[in-house]
Protein backbone atom coordinates (compact mmCIF):
# COMPACT_ATOMS: atom_id res chain seq x y z
CA UNK A 1 0.00 0.00 0.00
CA UNK A 2 2.64 2.50 0.98
CA UNK A 3 4.62 1.52 -2.25
CA UNK A 4 1.39 2.11 -4.25
CA UNK A 5 0.92 5.62 -3.09
CA UNK A 6 4.76 6.66 -3.45
CA UNK A 7 4.35 5.52 -6.96
CA UNK A 8 1.34 7.59 -7.69
CA UNK A 9 3.13 10.50 -5.80
CA UNK A 10 5.83 10.19 -8.05
CA UNK A 11 3.59 10.07 -11.56
CA UNK A 12 1.56 13.12 -10.32
CA UNK A 13 4.88 15.12 -9.62
CA UNK A 14 6.94 13.85 -13.09
CA UNK A 15 3.37 14.65 -14.38
CA UNK A 16 3.60 18.11 -13.31
CA UNK A 17 7.42 18.37 -14.47
CA UNK A 18 6.64 17.42 -18.12
CA UNK A 19 3.55 19.91 -18.13
CA UNK A 20 6.21 22.69 -16.34
CA UNK A 21 8.19 21.91 -19.42
CA UNK A 22 5.70 22.52 -21.93
CA UNK A 23 4.62 25.72 -20.14
CA UNK A 24 8.39 26.71 -20.43
CA UNK A 25 8.45 25.90 -24.01
CA UNK A 26 5.61 27.75 -24.83
CA UNK A 27 7.21 31.23 -22.78
CA UNK A 28 10.53 30.68 -24.87
CA UNK A 29 8.33 31.02 -28.04
CA UNK A 30 6.33 33.22 -27.11
CA UNK A 31 7.88 35.32 -24.95
CA UNK A 32 5.34 34.27 -22.20
CA UNK A 33 3.07 31.57 -21.14
CA UNK A 34 -0.01 30.77 -18.83
CA UNK A 35 1.18 28.01 -16.12
CA UNK A 36 -1.96 25.82 -17.60
CA UNK A 37 -0.84 25.99 -21.37
CA UNK A 38 1.19 22.90 -20.66
CA UNK A 39 -2.21 20.77 -20.01
CA UNK A 40 -3.61 22.29 -23.23
CA UNK A 41 -2.10 18.87 -25.23
CA UNK A 42 -4.40 16.74 -23.53
CA UNK A 43 -7.27 18.82 -23.86
CA UNK A 44 -7.10 19.72 -27.36
CA UNK A 45 -6.23 15.81 -28.02
CA UNK A 46 -9.66 14.66 -26.22
CA UNK A 47 -8.10 12.96 -23.61
CA UNK A 48 -10.14 12.88 -20.35
CA UNK A 49 -8.21 14.98 -17.14
CA UNK A 50 -9.10 12.21 -15.16
CA UNK A 51 -7.41 9.61 -17.44
CA UNK A 52 -4.00 11.82 -17.07
CA UNK A 53 -4.37 12.54 -13.55
CA UNK A 54 -3.19 10.89 -10.67
CA UNK A 55 -5.37 12.63 -7.86
CA UNK A 56 -8.25 10.63 -7.39
CA UNK A 57 -9.40 8.16 -5.33
CA UNK A 58 -12.75 9.22 -4.44
CA UNK A 59 -13.45 6.94 -2.13
CA UNK A 60 -17.51 7.19 -1.97
CA UNK A 61 -17.18 6.17 -5.86
CA UNK A 62 -19.27 9.48 -6.91
CA UNK A 63 -18.54 9.60 -11.17
CA UNK A 64 -19.19 13.62 -10.71
CA UNK A 65 -16.63 13.72 -7.63
CA UNK A 66 -13.83 15.72 -9.64
CA UNK A 67 -15.03 16.95 -12.94
CA UNK A 68 -12.22 17.59 -15.76
CA UNK A 69 -12.28 20.82 -14.49
CA UNK A 70 -11.68 20.78 -11.14
CA UNK A 71 -8.81 18.72 -12.06
CA UNK A 72 -7.51 20.64 -14.70
CA UNK A 73 -7.07 23.37 -11.51
CA UNK A 74 -5.64 21.05 -9.09
CA UNK A 75 -3.17 20.01 -12.07
CA UNK A 76 -2.32 23.74 -12.49
CA UNK A 77 -1.56 24.64 -9.33
CA UNK A 78 1.08 21.48 -9.23
CA UNK A 79 2.81 23.06 -11.94
CA UNK A 80 2.68 26.19 -10.23
CA UNK A 81 4.78 24.26 -7.49
CA UNK A 82 6.96 22.73 -10.10
CA UNK A 83 8.23 25.88 -11.51
CA UNK A 84 8.76 27.29 -8.18
CA UNK A 85 10.66 24.79 -6.83
CA UNK A 86 12.97 25.41 -10.40
CA UNK A 87 12.79 29.18 -9.49
CA UNK A 88 13.77 28.69 -5.86
CA UNK A 89 16.97 26.19 -6.73
CA UNK A 90 18.45 28.07 -9.46
CA UNK A 91 17.24 31.85 -8.20
CA UNK A 92 18.73 34.47 -10.46
CA UNK A 93 19.55 31.63 -12.62
CA UNK A 94 16.37 30.39 -13.58
CA UNK A 95 15.47 32.60 -17.08
CA UNK A 96 11.88 32.53 -16.36
CA UNK A 97 9.41 34.44 -13.88
CA UNK A 98 6.56 34.02 -12.71
CA UNK A 99 3.70 35.88 -11.45
CA UNK A 100 2.78 36.43 -7.49
CA UNK A 101 -0.30 34.35 -8.75
CA UNK A 102 1.60 32.02 -10.23
CA UNK A 103 -0.71 31.89 -13.48
CA UNK A 104 1.69 33.41 -15.93
CA UNK A 105 5.62 32.75 -16.57
CA UNK A 106 7.58 34.58 -18.72
CA UNK A 107 10.97 33.92 -20.29
CA UNK A 108 13.67 36.10 -19.29
CA UNK A 109 16.45 35.45 -21.68
CA UNK A 110 19.36 38.28 -19.56
CA UNK A 111 19.40 35.48 -16.57
CA UNK A 112 20.61 32.36 -18.78
CA UNK A 113 23.86 33.59 -20.09
CA UNK A 114 24.97 30.15 -20.88
CA UNK A 115 21.73 29.13 -22.31
CA UNK A 116 22.74 25.52 -20.60
CA UNK A 117 18.98 25.70 -19.36
CA UNK A 118 17.15 26.47 -22.61
CA UNK A 119 19.63 23.73 -24.11
CA UNK A 120 18.46 21.21 -21.78
CA UNK A 121 14.95 21.60 -21.64
CA UNK A 122 15.39 21.28 -25.98
CA UNK A 123 16.70 18.08 -25.93
CA UNK A 124 13.54 17.13 -23.43
CA UNK A 125 10.88 18.39 -25.52
CA UNK A 126 12.16 18.50 -28.94
CA UNK A 127 10.27 16.78 -31.12
CA UNK A 128 13.15 15.44 -33.71
CA UNK A 129 14.96 11.97 -33.31
CA UNK A 130 18.35 12.09 -31.08
CA UNK A 131 19.58 9.44 -33.02
CA UNK A 132 19.77 10.93 -36.13
CA UNK A 133 21.72 14.42 -37.81
CA UNK A 134 21.78 16.96 -36.89
CA UNK A 135 20.33 16.16 -33.63
CA UNK A 136 22.45 13.42 -32.99
CA UNK A 137 25.12 15.91 -32.13
CA UNK A 138 23.45 17.75 -29.53
CA UNK A 139 23.04 14.91 -26.99
CA UNK A 140 27.64 14.69 -28.02
CA UNK A 141 27.41 18.20 -27.09
CA UNK A 142 25.15 17.44 -23.87
CA UNK A 143 27.88 14.89 -23.02
CA UNK A 144 30.95 17.40 -23.36
CA UNK A 145 28.80 20.18 -21.32
CA UNK A 146 28.91 17.31 -18.63
CA UNK A 147 32.76 17.56 -19.09
CA UNK A 148 33.47 20.88 -18.55
CA UNK A 149 30.25 21.47 -15.89
CA UNK A 150 32.54 18.96 -13.81
CA UNK A 151 35.95 20.30 -14.59
CA UNK A 152 34.46 23.79 -13.57
CA UNK A 153 33.11 22.39 -10.32
CA UNK A 154 35.93 20.68 -8.95
CA UNK A 155 38.56 23.63 -10.06
CA UNK A 156 42.09 24.48 -11.22
CA UNK A 157 43.58 21.32 -11.89
CA UNK A 158 41.12 19.04 -13.32
CA UNK A 159 40.78 17.66 -16.61
CA UNK A 160 37.89 15.81 -18.31
CA UNK A 161 37.97 13.16 -21.57
CA UNK A 162 34.73 12.38 -23.77
CA UNK A 163 34.95 8.47 -24.04
CA UNK A 164 31.18 8.37 -25.63
CA UNK A 165 30.33 7.20 -28.92
CA UNK A 166 30.51 9.05 -32.54
CA UNK A 167 33.79 11.28 -31.67
CA UNK A 168 33.46 14.79 -33.79
CA UNK A 169 35.94 17.33 -34.09
CA UNK A 170 35.56 18.38 -31.19
CA UNK A 171 36.31 16.12 -29.31
CA UNK A 172 40.48 16.03 -30.27
CA UNK A 173 40.75 12.58 -29.96
CA UNK A 174 40.72 8.61 -32.20
CA UNK A 175 37.82 8.07 -33.18
CA UNK A 176 38.18 3.95 -32.40
CA UNK A 177 37.35 3.35 -28.80
CA UNK A 178 40.62 1.25 -27.87
CA UNK A 179 42.25 4.11 -29.53
CA UNK A 180 40.67 6.45 -27.55
CA UNK A 181 41.23 4.41 -24.22
CA UNK A 182 45.19 4.24 -24.88
CA UNK A 183 44.91 7.83 -25.38
CA UNK A 184 43.07 8.30 -22.15
CA UNK A 185 46.29 6.73 -20.58
CA UNK A 186 48.49 8.37 -21.77
CA UNK A 187 46.46 11.26 -20.46
CA UNK A 188 46.27 10.29 -17.38
CA UNK A 189 49.98 9.36 -16.71
CA UNK A 190 49.40 5.47 -16.81
CA UNK A 191 46.10 5.29 -14.44
CA UNK A 192 44.42 3.75 -17.43
CA UNK A 193 46.22 0.68 -18.17
CA UNK A 194 44.86 -1.35 -21.57
CA UNK A 195 45.97 -4.52 -22.44
CA UNK A 196 43.53 -5.66 -25.11
CA UNK A 197 43.04 -9.37 -25.37
CA UNK A 198 44.30 -10.40 -29.09
CA UNK A 199 43.62 -13.29 -31.75
CA UNK A 200 39.74 -14.65 -31.24
CA UNK A 201 39.41 -13.20 -27.42
CA UNK A 202 39.87 -9.83 -28.71
CA UNK A 203 37.11 -7.16 -27.92
CA UNK A 204 35.28 -6.28 -30.69
CA UNK A 205 34.75 -2.23 -31.40
CA UNK A 206 31.45 -1.62 -30.03
CA UNK A 207 29.50 0.33 -27.66
CA UNK A 208 31.51 2.86 -24.90
CA UNK A 209 31.01 0.83 -21.81
CA UNK A 210 28.60 3.42 -20.46
CA UNK A 211 31.34 5.97 -19.32
CA UNK A 212 30.54 9.01 -21.69
CA UNK A 213 32.93 11.27 -19.54
CA UNK A 214 36.15 10.53 -17.59
CA UNK A 215 36.79 13.57 -15.63
CA UNK A 216 39.67 13.32 -13.14
CA UNK A 217 42.04 15.81 -10.72
CA UNK A 218 45.75 15.75 -10.59
CA UNK A 219 48.02 16.75 -7.31
CA UNK A 220 50.09 19.15 -9.33
CA UNK A 221 52.15 19.40 -12.54
CA UNK A 222 55.30 17.68 -10.78
CA UNK A 223 53.19 14.59 -9.14
CA UNK A 224 53.15 11.43 -11.63
CA UNK A 225 51.95 9.04 -8.73
CA UNK A 226 49.23 7.02 -9.56
CA UNK A 227 46.17 7.75 -7.43
CA UNK A 228 44.07 10.44 -9.05
CA UNK A 229 40.62 10.91 -8.03
CA UNK A 230 38.75 9.65 -10.90
CA UNK A 231 35.05 10.94 -11.91
CA UNK A 232 33.21 8.43 -14.41
CA UNK A 233 29.88 10.04 -16.10
CA UNK A 234 27.07 8.53 -18.05
CA UNK A 235 24.70 10.42 -20.00
CA UNK A 236 21.01 9.69 -20.65
CA UNK A 237 19.57 12.58 -23.23
CA UNK A 238 16.44 10.51 -24.21
CA UNK A 239 13.11 9.03 -22.28
CA UNK A 240 15.61 6.80 -20.68
CA UNK A 241 17.45 8.90 -18.48
CA UNK A 242 14.07 8.78 -16.20
CA UNK A 243 13.92 5.37 -16.12
CA UNK A 244 15.09 3.47 -12.61
CA UNK A 245 17.40 0.42 -15.02
CA UNK A 246 19.47 3.29 -16.45
CA UNK A 247 20.22 5.01 -13.20
CA UNK A 248 22.82 2.55 -12.05
CA UNK A 249 23.45 0.60 -15.52
CA UNK A 250 27.43 1.76 -15.08
CA UNK A 251 29.30 -0.64 -13.43
CA UNK A 252 33.19 -0.26 -12.99
CA UNK A 253 34.37 -3.07 -12.52
CA UNK A 254 32.23 -4.40 -15.32
CA UNK A 255 33.53 -1.60 -18.04
CA UNK A 256 37.87 -3.20 -16.54
CA UNK A 257 36.53 -6.44 -17.11
CA UNK A 258 34.82 -6.15 -20.72
CA UNK A 259 37.51 -3.08 -22.47
CA UNK A 260 40.57 -5.54 -20.70
CA UNK A 261 41.27 -2.01 -18.67
CA UNK A 262 42.93 -1.20 -15.30
CA UNK A 263 41.60 1.77 -13.27
CA UNK A 264 44.48 2.39 -10.76
CA UNK A 265 42.58 4.51 -8.98
CA UNK A 266 40.48 3.22 -5.77
CA UNK A 267 38.73 7.04 -5.81
CA UNK A 268 36.14 6.24 -8.30
CA UNK A 269 33.11 8.60 -8.15
CA UNK A 270 29.95 7.35 -10.68
CA UNK A 271 27.85 9.82 -12.01
CA UNK A 272 24.74 10.22 -14.37
CA UNK A 273 23.55 13.13 -15.72
CA UNK A 274 20.48 13.65 -17.62
CA UNK A 275 18.51 16.80 -19.38
CA UNK A 276 15.53 16.09 -17.57
CA UNK A 277 14.04 16.83 -14.10
CA UNK A 278 13.62 14.60 -11.29
CA UNK A 279 11.03 16.47 -8.76
CA UNK A 280 9.75 14.01 -6.35
CA UNK A 281 12.41 13.40 -3.84
CA UNK A 282 12.21 9.79 -2.82
CA UNK A 283 12.75 9.06 -6.84
CA UNK A 284 16.09 11.48 -6.96
CA UNK A 285 17.17 9.75 -3.50
CA UNK A 286 17.09 6.56 -5.69
CA UNK A 287 18.82 7.79 -8.31
CA UNK A 288 21.67 9.14 -6.20
CA UNK A 289 22.01 5.61 -4.79
CA UNK A 290 22.18 3.78 -8.12
CA UNK A 291 23.90 6.53 -10.20
CA UNK A 292 26.18 8.10 -7.59
CA UNK A 293 26.42 12.09 -7.98
CA UNK A 294 23.57 13.01 -10.26
CA UNK A 295 23.36 15.91 -12.53
CA UNK A 296 20.53 17.19 -13.82
CA UNK A 297 18.82 20.39 -15.43
CA UNK A 298 19.14 22.30 -12.70
CA UNK A 299 22.71 21.62 -11.34
CA UNK A 300 24.15 21.51 -14.93
CA UNK A 301 23.02 25.23 -15.21
CA UNK A 302 23.60 26.32 -12.08
CA UNK A 303 27.58 25.19 -12.45
CA UNK A 304 27.21 26.72 -16.37
CA UNK A 305 26.48 29.72 -14.80
CA UNK A 306 28.77 29.66 -12.46
CA UNK A 307 32.13 28.19 -13.56
CA UNK A 308 32.13 28.26 -17.36
CA UNK A 309 32.51 31.30 -19.79
CA UNK A 310 28.72 31.86 -20.36
CA UNK A 311 29.42 33.51 -23.64
CA UNK A 312 31.58 31.19 -25.05
CA UNK A 313 28.59 28.59 -23.80
CA UNK A 314 26.34 30.17 -25.68
CA UNK A 315 27.57 29.89 -28.89
CA UNK A 316 28.48 26.43 -28.61
CA UNK A 317 24.84 25.71 -27.60
CA UNK A 318 22.66 27.98 -29.41
CA UNK A 319 23.06 25.95 -33.00
CA UNK A 320 22.13 22.73 -30.99
CA UNK A 321 19.19 24.76 -29.71
CA UNK A 322 18.10 26.09 -32.99
CA UNK A 323 18.32 22.68 -34.29
CA UNK A 324 16.06 20.70 -31.73
CA UNK A 325 13.40 23.40 -31.97
CA UNK A 326 12.84 23.40 -35.26
CA UNK A 327 9.41 21.24 -35.92
CA UNK A 328 10.35 17.63 -37.70
CA UNK A 329 10.24 17.52 -41.54
CA UNK A 330 6.87 15.83 -42.26
CA UNK A 331 6.84 13.41 -45.51
CA UNK A 332 4.47 12.76 -47.49
CA UNK A 333 3.00 9.25 -48.05
CA UNK A 334 3.19 7.40 -51.00
CA UNK A 335 -0.37 7.03 -52.50
CA UNK A 336 -1.75 3.07 -51.84
CA UNK A 337 -2.92 3.09 -55.33
CA UNK A 338 -0.96 3.53 -58.30
CA UNK A 339 -1.78 6.56 -60.60
CA UNK A 340 -3.88 4.85 -64.01
CA UNK A 341 -2.53 3.60 -66.59
CA UNK A 342 -3.14 5.96 -69.95
CA UNK A 343 -5.57 3.88 -71.96
CA UNK A 344 -3.72 1.79 -75.26
CA UNK A 345 -3.79 3.46 -78.53
CA UNK A 346 -5.36 2.09 -81.17
CA UNK A 347 -4.26 1.53 -84.57
CA UNK A 348 -5.99 2.74 -87.39
CA UNK A 349 -6.51 0.22 -89.98
Not at 57 to 75: Q, S, Y
Request: net charge negative.
Amino acid sequence: MINSARQTFHKTAQKAATDADQAEVVAVRNGLARVGDGLTDERLAGVPMAEESEIPHNPEGNEEWLDDDAIAEVATAGVADELLRRAHLLDAHYPFDLDPNGCVLTYAPGKSVSKAYEFCLALCETQNNLTAHPWCRAVREFERLVGRALSGHFGVGTEWYRLGVQSEPEDHRPGKLSDAIRELGKRTRGEWEFTPRTGADAQAEQGDGGIDVVVWKSFGAKDERIGMPFVLAQCGCGEEGLREEKWGSLQVRKFQDRFSVLISSAGVLRCFAFPHQLPHRAKWREAVSAGGIVLDRIRLTWMAETYLNGLEEQVRLQPHIDNLNTPPVRHKKKSATPPAKPAAKTRRP
